[in-house]
C-alpha cells in the first residue's frame, strides 16, 4: 500500500463489506495483507468488527499434486454452486514462489467460468513470507469473505508438505483430489495427507481413464481402510470424477453437505472449529513474536555468529539464548 493512500476507515469498510461489496472486500484484503503496523491494528479491529457475521461458511480445502485439475474442479464446483444461488470464494495457499503473475493468470483462465462470474470472489494466495503468514492471512480473508455473504468458501493448495496441515485446519472439510494412475496410486498417497483427508476424489475419470480410475479409487479405498479416520462420525469416502465434464461434481458435494450434516448433528463442528480458533491465535502469537528474526537487521546479522559458537562449543546454547532474548528486548 502506498503511504499516499487514504487511511482505512474501519466504521465504512465494516458496513460496506457486510452488504458484500466486492470493492470494500477487496480494500479490507489489502489491509489484511499489509505489513505495516498500523494497518495490523486496524485490520485486527477490523476482523474483531466482523467476528459476528463470520463462520457461516462451508468451508473446503482442496489439494492435489500439480495438474491433478485443483483449478479446474474448483471452476466446474464452483459454477454448480453459484448456479444453486451459493456465493463461492476461492482461495489459496501457496507459500512457494511458483505462482508468479503468469500462473494466477494461468490459474483465471483454467478458472474461467468462475472468474466471471458475478457471485464468485477469487483471491490468489498472498504472495510472500512464511508459510505461517501465508496461512495466517489466507484465514483472515476467509472471515472477511464470510462476512461479505460468501457462505462456500473453497482454499486450494499445492500438495506439498506443511501447507496442506494449514488448510485442514482452517476448513471443515479436507478433499484430497488424485490421478488414475498406473500403478503408483499407493507410491503417490502420502500418509500424512491421507490421514487429513475427509475425502479422496480421483479426477479425469473420463473417455479412456474410466477404467483406471476406478481401479485407483478401488486401491484408495483399501488404503484408507487400515488407518483411522480423522473423525469418530466420518468414515472418508473415495469418489471418481470429471472436472472436465462435470460428471460425479453434484454426488462430490453431496458427500461434503453429508459430513457437514453429520458433523454437525454430532457436535464436533463446533468442537473442531473451536479447536482451530485457538490454534490459529497460537500461529498468529508464535508468527508475531518470531517477527523480529526476519526483520530486526541486527539480530539477523548476529544469529550466524551465535549459531556458529554454539556449535563450536565456545558458547553454551543457554548463554547463546540470553544473548539472542536481550537483542530482542533492546
Ligand atoms: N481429461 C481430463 N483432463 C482434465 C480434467 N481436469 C483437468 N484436466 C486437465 O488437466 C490439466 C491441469 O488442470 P488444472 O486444473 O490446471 O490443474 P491444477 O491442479 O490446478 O494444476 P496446478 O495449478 O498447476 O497445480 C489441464 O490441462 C486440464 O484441462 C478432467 O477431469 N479430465
Ligand atoms: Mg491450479
Not at 101 to 111: F, H, N, Y
Amino acid at each position: 500500500m502506498a503511504s499516499s493512500a487514504p487511511p482505512f476507515d474501519v466504521g465504512r469498510l465494516t458496513h460496506d463489506l457486510r452488504a458484500g461489496d466486492r470493492t470494500a472486500l477487496s480494500r479490507a484484503i489489502t489491509l489484511i495483507e499489509s505489513k505495516r503496523a498500523d494497518h495490523r491494528r486496524t485490520a485486527a479491529a477490523l476482523t474483531q468488527a466482523l467476528l459476528d457475521a463470520t463462520g457461516r461458511a462451508v468451508r473446503v480445502g482442496i489439494t492435489g499434486a500439480p495438474g491433478v485439475g485443483k483449478s479446474t474442479t474448483i471452476d466446474a464446483l464452483g459454477s454448480m454452486l453459484t448456479a444453486q444461488g451459493r456465493k463461492v470464494a476461492v482461495l489459496a495457499v501457496d507459500p512457494s514462489s511458483r505462482r508468479t503473475g503468469g500462473s494466477i493468470l494461468a490459474d483465471k483462465t483454467r478458472m474461467a467460468r468462475l472468474a466471471n462470474d458475478a457471485n464468485a470472489f477469487i483471491r490468489p494466495s498472498p504472495a510472500s513470507g512464511t508459510l505461517g503468514g501465508v496461512a495466517a492471512k489466507t484465514r483472515e480473508t476467509m472471515l472477511l469473505c464470510e462476512a461479505a455473504g460468501y457462505d462456500v468458501v473453497l482454499v486450494e493448495t499445492v500438495g506439498v508438505g506443511q501447507s496442506e496441515i494449514a488448510v485442514a485446519d482452517m476448513t471443515d472439510f479436507f478433499l484430497v483430489l488424485m490421478l488414475p494412475g498406473a500403478g503408483d496410486e499407493l507410491q503417490g498417497l502420502k500418509k500424512g495427507v491421507v490421514e487429513l483427508a475427509d475425502m479422496i476424489a480421483v479426477n479425469k475419470a473420463d473417455g479412456d481413464n474410466v477404467a483406471r480410475a476406478k481401479a485407483a479409487a478401488a486401491e484408495y479405498r483399501a488404503a484408507l481402510h487400515i488407518l483411522s479416520p480423522r473423525s469418530p462420525n466420518w468414515s472418508p469416502p473415495v469418489v471418481t470424477y470429471s472436472a472436465l465434464t462435470g460428471e460425479g461434481i453434484p454426488e462430490l458435494w453431496a458427500k461434503v453437505l453429508d459430513h457437514r450434516d453429520r458433523l454437525t448433528a454430532s457436535g464436533e463442528l463446533t468442537a473442531r472449529r473451536g479447536e482451530q480458533q485457538v490454534k490459529w491465535m497460537w500461529a498468529m502469537l508464535e508468527e508475531r513474536l518470531f517477527a523480529p528474526f526476519r526483520s530486526d537487521r541486527t539480530l539477523k546479522a548476529a544469529l550466524p555468529r551465535i549459531e556458529a559458537e554454539v556449535a563450536a562449543g565456545k558458547l553454551a546454547p543457554a548463554t547463546a539464548v540470553e544473548e539472542i532474548v536481550g537483542m530482542l528486548g533492546r
